[in-house]
């Protein structure tokens, strides 16, 4: 059964079309360039408006950002199933982030934030803080696949990053620093990473 979202309040929808307006204030400016008064223009708000509901460009910055990371790991969302292969259930899950990673809004905004962590470690150390508490995405299935004596891992966070420093060495960063790569990525590329890393963490 289809479940019913409730419908936003009046309030609560010009906050969405604030934080909508900041993200693509910041994508097409990046975080100095970006104007709270664009961002209140695009947004069809008063400026005044935009502050009740955001204190500060900083904070909007840190929500855009959140965002962002949220994207990420919701498209890594896959539940283990011991019926199929490792190797194919993280096939999925690449396939899955490839597919947002294409998305030039994504890379836009990424590469925005990028700039900003250079600028500002605080705020990478604070973004990855924020991420790392937010459940599912790959820790989820790893953790699933480890209850299932599928995989050993020692340590979860470790083998994610692990994983993801793989993948997205051919699919995220080139993309990033438009390094000119090819919109479609070897799967064979893929599936050698995955065969080194399911090799390492299988139960032997």
Partial sequence: MT???????RSEQKKQDV???????FRM?????ASMDRIAELAGASKRTVYNHFVSKELLFDLATTELWRTSKSAANVAFD??????LQLLKICQQCLAVYQQQDFIELARVVMAEYIRSPEKAQAAMLRMASQEGGLELWLSQA???AVLVIPDIQV??????GMFKAFAFWPRVFNLGIESQIDEAVLLSSIR???SFYSVK
């Fill in 3 to 9: 479940q019913i979202k409730p419908k936003l309040t």
């Fill in 19 to 25: 934080l909508r307006a900041a993200i693509q204030e």
């Fill in 29 to 33: 400016f990046g975080f100095a360039g």
């Fill in 82 to 87: 011991p019926s199929q292969k490792a190797e």
């Fill in 146 to 148: 480890q209850q299932h």
């Fill in 159 to 164: 083998a994610a990053t692990q994983f993801w």
């Fill in 196 to 198: 080194m890393f399911v």
